[in-house]
DNA sequence: TGAGCCTAAATTGTATACAATCGCGTGAAG
DNA sequence: CTTCACGCGATTGTATACAATTTAGGCTCA
C-alpha cells in the first residue's frame, strides 16, 4: 500500500532501506542509525527519516524509546499469527461480498480470474506458469477484497500484508517440488472455485469459514517450507527466509 | 498505540493536530498544508511533517497524488465497517485465547475485571459511574486481547482502534438516556461474562461468535446515536460526533 | 573494589535556507 | 473565441547547520 510516498529521494530510500532489511543486511534487533543508513544511501537525513518512520508503520522497524529505531524480529509465530490474521480479515471480507449480494456483473470479473486460474493449474510447472498463477491468485484476492466494497477492512488487510510473508503469494515460491507445488496449487484453485460459489450463493458463513481455510493452507505449506529451509540453512526462526520471496512477489 | 513519538515539538504537533482534526476544525476533505499548521502551532515544518505522516498512516489524513493531505472524510458506511472489523479482530483474539488455554492466573485477571464490571453495572448512573466502567471495559479489552498471545493481532487491532469511533468505548458517551444506558450496560457486561465462560471452557468457536456480537451492539447503539445526533444537529454523515468523545474516552 | 557522578562524544530532534515541483492565471496566436 | 504555452506564485521536497538529549567511559571518592 505505500502511501503515495511522493518525493525520489524518499521512495528511494524507503524501497532501498525495505530492500536491505529484507535481504537481511541488517541483524534483527540491531539498532539501525540514520547517519548510517545517511552513509550507506548518500541520501541526507530529511528522506531517511521520513522512510524510517514509514518502516516503523509498516511493522519493519520499531522504534526506541529515547531515539532511534531497531529492526523488529519476528517468530515463527509471528509469521503464522500474520497469515491466521489475514485469513481472518480475507473471510470477513468473502462474508461481506456474499452479504452485500454483489451484481453479476460484479461477479463475472471474480468468476473469469477463477476460469483462468484453472487453466493455469492444469499446466506443467514452469517459472513462467508460476509467475502466472503468482499474478492471478494476487488479482483473484485483490477482486475478492473489492467484492467487499469496504475501504476500511481493505485499509486493515493492506496493513497485514504489508508484511511481505503475510501476503496471499508468500507461499507460492518456497521450498516445494514441482509436482508438490502442481497439487497445492490445484487445491487452492479448488478452494478459490467453492468460495465464488459461495459468494454467488450469498452464502456469507460459508465463503467466510472457505476463505479462513483457503489461508490455512497457506500456513501450512509455509509452515513445512519453514521447517525444510531449517534444516538445510540453519536460520533457524529467521523470518528472513520468507521475506526472500518477498520482494519479487508483485501482488501490487 | 501512537508508537513512541519521542521529542516534544513532534509529540506537540502531533497530539494538537489530532485534537483539531477531531474537534472538525477542518474541513472534511480540505487541504491542509504544511505551512498553515506550521503558522497555526507555531513549530517548524520538520516535526509538523513528521505528524502529519503519522496521522496519514493513523488514518486521518490521505496523502494526495502531488504532494499534500487531506482530511480523511469516513461515510457512516466506513464507521460501522470499522466497529464490524474490530468484533473480527477481537474475535479472533477471543478465539485464540480460547484455543490457547491460558492459565488460570491468567483467566483470574480477566475473571477479576469482569466482577469488577458487574457491581458497576448495578449502581445508578453517573458520569463517575460511566467513567469506572469505561476504564474497565477498556481494560477488559485489553486482558482479551492479552489472552490471545498474539502481537500481530494485537497490532492489527491497534491500526483499527487508532480510529476513535471503532474503539471499544466509542459508544458509551453518546446520545442515550441514563435508564437507556444502564441497560446497554447491563446487556453488554451479560455478554462479557458469557466471553470469560467461554474462554475459561476451551469454546473457542462460541467465544469468537459471543464477541463479534459484543462489538455489534456497540454498533447498533452508535448508529441508533448517530441518528438521533442528525437529527438534533444536522451534522449529517459526519464522523466528527463520534470523534467527539473520542479525545477524553482513555482506553488505556 | 565498587558505586556514582561528571564530562565528552555520538546521535537524534529542530529549524531554516534552498531547490524542485505543481498549479493556475494570463497572454498571445490560430 | 478557444486553446496552448509560458511564467510566476505557492507549496512541497531536500540538505544542512545547530540544539538538545542520550550514552558510554573514566575518574574520583567512599
Redesign the interface.
Known sequence: MT??P??KQQIHALMKLREMILAGEFAPGERVSELAVVEKLGISR?PV??AL??L??E?FLQ?????GYRVREFSQ??VL??I??RG??EG?AARLAAERRPSEEELDALRQTCRELDTVVKQDMSPDVLQRYSDLNGQFHDQLLALSR????A??LS??EALPFASPNAFVFVGFADNERSDILKFAQHQHADIVEAISLGEGGRAEALTREHARLARRNLATAQQRVDLLKEVPGSFLFAADAGPEEGRD
Chains 1, 2 share one sequence.
Open positions: 502511501l503515495a511522493r518525493s530529511t527519516r521520513l518512520n514509514i516503523q508503520h511493522g522504534g526506541q524509546t529515547g531515539g509465530q509471528d499469527d500474520a491466521e490474521i481472518v480479515l470477513a469496504s475501504p476500511m477492512l485499509r486493515s496493513h497485514v
